[in-house]
C-alpha cells in the first residue's frame, strides 16, 4: 500500500509563488515516476508535470512551462512542484501521484488526497 500525503496549498495573489510538497511511504519510492495533476470545479483532472524516477527527466503542460518546476528528492521521498507566477486560472485541487512516466492520468497508481490552490485576481 502507497500512502501520499500533500501539502503547501493556500491562497496566493495573482503573480505570487507557492512550493507544494508530495511525501510517500509504502513502496520504493525512488524507483518510480510521479506526476502532478490539478482539478478546478467542474473541469475534469488534467496533468501539470511528471518526473522520472531518477529526476532526470520532466515533462510539463504547456501552460505552465517557465512557470512551474518539479522535482523531487528521492532520500525524503518528496516530490515538490515550485509553482511562480501564478495566475487565477491555476486555481485547482492539486493532487500528487506515483506510476509511470506519462502525462496520462491512468498510467498513476497512487493518489494523494489533494491540495487547494487558490490564486486571487
Known amino acids: 500500500q502507497v500512502q501520499l500525503v500533500e501539502s503547501g496549498g493556500g491562497l496566493v495573489q495573482a503573480g505570487g509563488s507557492l512550493r507544494l510538497s508530495c511525501a510517500a511511504s509504502?513502496?520504493?519510492?525512488?524507483?518510480?515516476?510521479m506526476g502532478w495533476f490539478r482539478q478546478a470545479p467542474g473541469k475534469e483532472r488534467e496533468f501539470v508535470a511528471a518526473?522520472?524516477?531518477?529526476?532526470?527527466?520532466?515533462h510539463y503542460e504547456d501552460s505552465v512551462k517557465g512557470r512551474f518546476t518539479i522535482s523531487r528528492d528521492n532520500a525524503k521521498n518528496t516530490v515538490y512542484l515550485q509553482m511562480n507566477s501564478l495566475k487565477p486560472e491555476d486555481t485547482a485541487v492539486y493532487y500528487c501521484a506515483v506510476g509511470y512516466y506519462s502525462s496520462s492520468p491512468d498510467r498513476y497508481d497512487y493518489w494523494g488526497q489533494g491540495t487547494q490552490v487558490t490564486v486571487s485576481s
Open positions: 509504502g513502496r520504493t519510492f525512488s524507483t518510480y515516476a
Open positions: 518526473i522520472n524516477w531518477s529526476g532526470a527527466s520532466t
